[in-house]
């Protein structure tokens, strides 16, 4: 019986690079000069750091700029509440997404069940979703119509199989 899984994933190593170029980028830049502006990586999430809020929307420009020249999907990306900090500075953290969460596959559950597509099921396993179907054009059309609706999350499509 074909099937396809669905999952969320982050390739962190281009996180990283997307990073290091930001970091790079702020030292050099001329509009970054004199700011005390960060940007530093940890395990799922980044915190970036500047003196004024105006300085740190510049900063979080850069760095989508960034992670979208590396092919990493914003959607992955959550922003958190930008906080005052020590100094009159300006911080924000910023979450990387990764994995379907249980909310999520219900919706996409609901969405694939919507599409009426016979014979074609689907079912969460940990942070992934698995979808069956009898035909493999039906599990195509599943893929085609997951690609086009909006979730809020990245979506891959892994282990094709017949």
């Known amino acids: 019986m074909p099937s396809f899984d669905v999952v ?6 281009e996180v990283r690079n997307a990073v290091d170029q930001v970091s790079r980028e702020v030292t050099t830049r001329y509009d970054f000069k004199n700011t005390n502006s960060s940007i530093e990586l940890n395990d799922h999430e980044i915190k970036l750091h500047a003196n004024t809020e105006d300085r740190l929307a510049a900063l979080r420009v850069v760095l989508e700029e ?30 990387l997404n990764a994995g379907i969460s249980s909310d999520k596959a219900r919706e996409l559950n609901r969405f694939i069940k919507d599409l009426g597509l016979k014979g074609v099921q689907s079912q ?12 493999r054009d039906d599990l195509q059309a599943a893929i085609t119509a997951l690609r086009e609706g909006d979730f809020g999350v990245p979506l891959q499509f892994e282990n094709f199989r017949d």
């Open 66 to 95: 960034k992670l979208v020249r590396r092919k990493v999907s914003l959607k992955a990306v959550d922003y958190g509440k930008v906080e005052e900090a020590s100094g009159g500075t300006a911080r924000q953290v910023v979450t």
């Open 8 to 13: 969320s994933e982050v390739d962190l190593q």
């Open 124 to 135: 969460a396993q940990g942070d992934q979703l698995r979808v069956t179907g009898k035909k």
